[in-house]
């Protein structure tokens, strides 16, 4: 301000002056004849009328600039110095009138004409910020609907719950009026809803579901409503038997098997020839000169104890490690087996299966993503209902699986419902590890009944089997037995005995064979051995004598010769299965959407997260009455400043910076690091690992957008700095997307239980690095700026930068400002693309992680 705008007075005696407060209001001072008489009145022009003394301007006292630097008002100027037009008012015509802002627009420091309020604001006159409103209802709004649904599904799931509970126990009453014996007898039979005959009570219930396997020679199978089925089962011959009546499940299973198939057997011939495995770094081979055929339809065991390279025989065979030897031949030609994964089920002894899924969900996933895609998806759904029918799995179909620490289904169930995860992909041979572990004799011998069925289809199943009942033994066709990672037999399970007699064992009368066997391969056989050599060495050098004479497959037929044409139609049936790689990325997204809703606790916590820290973030910035920013006024009024605050800004950004990183770290770990294993066994069956990682992520924005509508929300109600609402939103959620990216890459490299705190801790060393302390110019002349600038935080920091000083260009000095602090202004689209690209970027870190760690587990 200038002495021509002040209003100058001249009295005779200069006994009057003419003071006026920067903001237009002149104070007369009346009865003083000279300056030093009327003293300094600091922070005020003071125009005097004789040309001695000149208007000038009065610096504040020591002691009141020390009061205002602890915070405390000095009179009359109070904590801001110089007052230009106060908050509240508005100063126009060069600053020499100041009216109160009118109501319907606000009036910051220093303006010379109100803003209008934005729609939905609240703002009676004086008003000197913009308390919008609206978001803050728009959100209720939408915390009612997700409330209300939430409660109503609460309601329809009980009531659901109490009418199944009415319907079991009115089948029980009429079961028990017919009697227990018709249903062990499987004379009676229900309809379940979908209209397939099936049983309502699992075999870990009061009744038994499945039939015990009651002798070594059984012919029937656990599907006994086909009857007997012969391992050279032919599928056309037997569906074209139709006599008009309704056809079993079983039937119709495997008409949809055929139809996948396109061939009258569905198993896989396996031939290996001296195979062997060496980790990396041991010089000790853990198997060794393992050779042998497993013919296709049938059921064969891979026995022996532990430590015998059970495990990794199967894994080596499957192609799941490296650093192999030997030769493995499918269908009798070489190459390498995981090139058939599409049509190899692998089963883990861990039941790897969704819990916020149903048991239909689980297993129509896998059949979506790894059927034909020629299939619609009618055929899809018809083929996994009758699949579930099959596995007894219909009166719980859509249960949740739950997790082992809290199920909902019974062991064997959960056992079944990983089976079926891979039946659904309608494979042509089935490798399993330990199915029966964990679960009691009734149940293994439910889940062995179902393998046995499956073999007799034509299938190839493979098991890992420890220990089994003597039921559960007999029922295999045929043996791999290990020890110390060498073959000690390789046959027809009836060979067994006589192998071992032979060789001077004794098997007691009315003792489990299986028992016997396990004694005698994990070195304990001199039991029943007291006289010879009775060691694992003697058992392994035996076989291997056998093996080089040709009699150690004697017991089994030749390996029929596969034709060309064979062989191209195994090809083509390899190459047509799978969905395309878009609609895994749908099949992906649909059912993280589905498991994310399903975790509402989680869900509900991430949102609640975001709105308390917006609002603690906003508490903290209240007393700033949405002033962030002071610097040196525009010429001519630059003499005025002598207080000025280029932090504000930036700290405010850090506090959003390191809020969102609380809020969206440990969520963002979460979403990758507990499904490694899910991953790994998609991946390793075929699964497009890029449809998978972009499902999640695409999965993760609905998520993303609510916890940073719950946050800015609160933040802006109540700091209403001046970047407008919808820029702070997208800013916001762009560092949400960065820290949601940040995490991926930490839940990668990390187990799931350390993930978390590691996560917070990245999160809040780039939120530090946001260029405030130590500034970017600072940062500049250490020549490590790019550090800065690789972390979200310091793009955050300008975005708010430019759109919170921007709008005062008229008043300050901005472009000082920008120079002191480093940042660049008008650049706000620049810096949500750059968010936008580093939180991309950690994605594809992410994936590349995900891709290419643990490898070995995705074979």
Known sequence: MTSQNATLGAQAGNETQVCVIPGGVPITIQNATSWSQVGCLEGFYCANNSAQHLPQYCPPMPSCQDLRLSGTPCPPQGLFEPVLCDPGYYCPNGGTQKIQCPSGSYCPHGVASPIKCTVGSRCPAGSQRDMNFLPLGILLLVDIILITATVMEKLRSRYKKSNFHQKRESRRSAFMAKGAGRFRNRDY????????????????????????????????????????????????????????????????????????????????????????????????????????????????????????????????????????????????????????????????????????????ENILHSARIRLPSNWSDSEIQHHVDILISCLQLSHVKDSLVGSTAAPVISGGQRKRVSIGMELAAAPMAVFLDEPTSGLDATAAASIMSTLKALSRLGMTIVTIIHQPRQEIFESLDSLVLLGQGRMIYCGPETGIQPHFQGLGFDFPDHTNPADVMGDIIAGEGRHYKPKGDASVQYLIDYWASKQQDGSANENFAKTATISMAENNALSATVKARGAPWFKQIYFCFQRSLVQQYRMKSSFYFELGVGAM???????????????????????????????????????????????????????????????????????????????????????????????????????????????????????????????????????????????PLLAVMMSLIVGVLNGMSPTLKKVRSWHIVWIWRASPGTWLAEAYFTENISPLRYLYQIDMAKQTAGYLLNMFGDDLLMMLAIGTAYRIVAFLGLRFMWRNKQR
């Open 189 to 360: 039979q229900e309809i379940d809803e979908r209209g397939h005959p099936g049983f309502q009570e699992d075999v870990e219930n009061d009744f038994q579901m499945e039939p015990r396997i009651m002798g070594p020679r059984r012919a029937k199978t656990g599907f006994e409503q086909i009857g007997e089925l012969e391992a050279d089962f032919v599928l056309h011959e037997e569906l074209n038997k139709d006599d008009g009546g309704q056809k079993t499940d079983l039937h119709l299973f495997v008409q949809s098997l055929s139809k996948c198939l396109g061939a009258t057997k569905f198993g896989l011939s396996f031939e290996f020839q001296d195979l062997g495995f060496k980790p990396p770094k041991s010089n000790k081979k853990i198997l060794d000169q393992v050779s042998g055929t497993i013919h296709a339809g049938s059921l064969w065991g891979v026995m022996g104890a532990s430590g015998a390279g059970k495990s990794t025989f199967v894994n080596v065979l499957m192609g799941k490690q490296a650093h192999t030897g030997g030769v493995t031949k499918v269908n009798g030609v070489a190459g390498k087996i995981a090139k058939y994964k599409k049509i190899i089920g692998y089963v883990p002894q861990d039941d790897i299966v969704l819990p916020e899924l149903t048991v239909r």
């Open 613 to 755: 820290a917006g609002f603690l973030i906003g508490l903290a910035e209240l007393n700033q009455k949405g002033q962030n920013f002071r610097g040196i006024f525009n010429s001519p009024y630059d003499l005025l400043s002598v207080s000025i605050d280029y932090s504000s800004v930036p700290q405010m950004a850090l506090l959003v910076g390191l809020a969102i990183g609380l809020t969206a770290s440990a969520p963002g770990v979460k979403i990758f690091g507990e499904e490694k294993l899910v991953y790994w066994r998609e991946a390793a069956a075929g699964h497009n690992r890029f449809a998978y990682y972009i499902g999640k992520v695409v999965s993760t924005i609905p998520r993303m957008v609510l916890a940073n509508f719950h946050f800015t929300t609160m933040f802006m109600l109540l700091s209403t700095p001046r970047i407008p609402y919808l820029s702070a939103f997208i800013a916001n959620l762009l560092y949400f997307y960065c820290i949601y990216g940040l995490a991926s890459i930490i839940s990668m490299v990390t187990r799931r239980e350390d993930g």
